[in-house]
C-alpha cells in the first residue's frame, strides 16, 4: 500500500516571494527547448542539466548517456524525460543515492529538480517516506510529476536555482553547486579510512605548518628582497640630485 505524501508547511523561502530587482548575475540563466535552439544552444542545454543533476564535482563524459542526448536533440525526448533519465542513471544512483542517507539525498534533491532548500525537516521526512516505500524511482517520479515542478519548469527547461536574492539583501544564497555531496555521517567514514579533507595543508605539513627549514628559507629570502627593493628606492633619489647617475 502506497502511503499519501505527508503534509508540511510551505514556510517563506526565496523562490515564494515576488521578485522585483533588475536582472543581473544574481539571477539564473533559464535554458529551454521552447526558445527554438540552434545546434550549438542544443549541446550549451544539454550541459547545462548535467550540471544541475551531477553539479560541477561529478561533470565526467563517462557520466553521460549518449542514447538520452540523442533522443532530445532529435525532439524525441522532453527535456523532463531527459532529466528523469539522468536521475535514475547509475551514475547518479552511485554517487549520490549509495553514499548518502535517505534524508540527504531527499535534501540534494530538492534543490537540484525543485531549485529550492527543503522548508523543513518534516518535508524532508515527508519524502524521505516516499523514497523508502516507492524507492528511487517512484521518488524521482513524484517529484517530476508534481504541480511545483511542472508549474515553475514544465516540460521544456532545465531545472533551475529559483529566487537567490530578497530585496533585503545585499548578497544571495550560495548556489547549490557549491553544497557539500557528502553528509556528515558518510564523511565520518571516510576520515575513519584514512582519508584527510581539511582545508588547511594538513597533508602536506602534517601539522598544518611549513617545517622550520621551510620558514627559514621564506625568511631569508623576505629580507633578501627587502634590501634590494630599498636600494633600488635609494639609488632612484640619489639619481633626482645628480649625485648617482643610473
Given at each position: 500500500?502506497?502511503?499519501?505524501?505527508?503534509?508540511?508547511?510551505?514556510?517563506?523561502?526565496?523562490?515564494?516571494?515576488?521578485?522585483?530587482?533588475?536582472?543581473?548575475?544574481?539571477?539564473?540563466?533559464?535554458?529551454?527547448?521552447?526558445?527554438?535552439?540552434?545546434?550549438?544552444?542544443?549541446?550549451?542545454?544539454?550541459?547545462?542539466?548535467?550540471?544541475?543533476?551531477?553539479?560541477?564535482?561529478?561533470?565526467?563524459?563517462?557520466?553521460?548517456?549518449?542514447?538520452?542526448?540523442?533522443?532530445?536533440?532529435?525532439?524525441?525526448?522532453?527535456?523532463?524525460?531527459?532529466?528523469?533519465?539522468?536521475?535514475?542513471?547509475?551514475?547518479?544512483?552511485?554517487?549520490?543515492?549509495?553514499?548518502?542517507?535517505?534524508?540527504?539525498?531527499?535534501?540534494?534533491?530538492?534543490?537540484?529538480?525543485?531549485?529550492?532548500?527543503?522548508?523543513?525537516?518534516?518535508?524532508?521526512?515527508?519524502?524521505?517516506?516516499?523514497?523508502?516505500?516507492?524507492?528511487?524511482?517512484?521518488?524521482?517520479?513524484?517529484?517530476?510529476?508534481?504541480?511545483?515542478?511542472?508549474?515553475?519548469?514544465?516540460?521544456?527547461?532545465?531545472?533551475?536555482?529559483?529566487?537567490?536574492?530578497?530585496?533585503?539583501?545585499?548578497?544571495?544564497?550560495?548556489?547549490?553547486?557549491?553544497?557539500?555531496?557528502?553528509?556528515?555521517?558518510?564523511?565520518?567514514?571516510?576520515?575513519a579510512l584514512g582519508n584527510d579533507f581539511s582545508a588547511t595543508g594538513d597533508g602536506?605539513?602534517?601539522?598544518?605548518?611549513?617545517?622550520?627549514?621551510?620558514?627559514?628559507?621564506?625568511?631569508?629570502?623576505?629580507?633578501a628582497g627587502a634590501v634590494v627593493l630599498t636600494s633600488g628606492v635609494v639609488a632612484v633619489i640619489l639619481s633626482?640630485?645628480?649625485?648617482?647617475?643610473?
Amino acid at each position: 500500500m502506497t502511503l499519501p505524501l505527508l503534509s508540511y508547511p510551505t514556510s517563506c523561502q526565496n523562490q515564494r516571494v515576488n521578485g522585483f530587482e533588475v536582472f543581473g548575475d544574481e539571477q539564473p540563466r533559464i535554458f529551454s527547448t521552447a526558445l527554438l535552439l540552434d545546434s550549438q544552444e542544443i549541446e550549451t542545454l544539454i550541459l547545462a542539466a548535467y550540471r544541475r543533476i551531477f553539479n560541477e564535482q561529478q561533470l565526467l563524459a563517462c557520466h553521460r548517456d549518449r542514447y538520452l542526448e540523442s533522443q532530445l536533440r532529435n525532439s524525441q525526448l522532453s527535456v523532463r524525460d531527459f532529466i528523469r533519465g539522468l536521475l535514475m542513471s547509475d551514475s547518479f544512483r552511485r554517487l549520490n543515492y549509495e553514499c548518502s542517507n535517505n534524508y540527504r539525498f531527499v535534501d540534494m534533491c530538492l534543490q537540484r529538480v525543485l531549485g529550492r532548500q527543503a522548508y523543513d525537516q518534516r518535508e524532508t521526512l515527508a519524502w524521505s517516506i516516499v523514497l523508502a516505500t516507492e524507492g528511487i524511482t517512484g521518488f524521482v517520479n513524484a517529484l517530476l510529476n508534481s504541480d511545483e515542478y511542472l508549474d515553475n519548469f514544465g516540460e521544456d527547461t532545465v531545472p533551475y536555482q529559483r529566487r537567490r536574492v530578497l530585496p533585503q539583501q545585499s548578497m544571495g544564497e550560495l548556489p547549490f553547486e557549491r553544497m557539500p555531496r557528502y553528509g556528515s555521517d558518510h564523511l565520518a567514514k571516510l576520515t575513519a579510512l584514512g582519508n584527510d579533507f581539511s582545508a588547511t595543508g594538513d597533508g602536506l605539513f602534517g601539522d598544518g605548518l611549513p617545517s622550520e627549514g621551510i620558514r627559514k628559507i621564506g625568511a631569508v629570502v623576505t629580507v633578501a628582497g627587502a634590501v634590494v627593493l630599498t636600494s633600488g628606492v635609494v639609488a632612484v633619489i640619489l639619481s633626482w640630485f645628480g649625485w648617482l647617475k643610473i
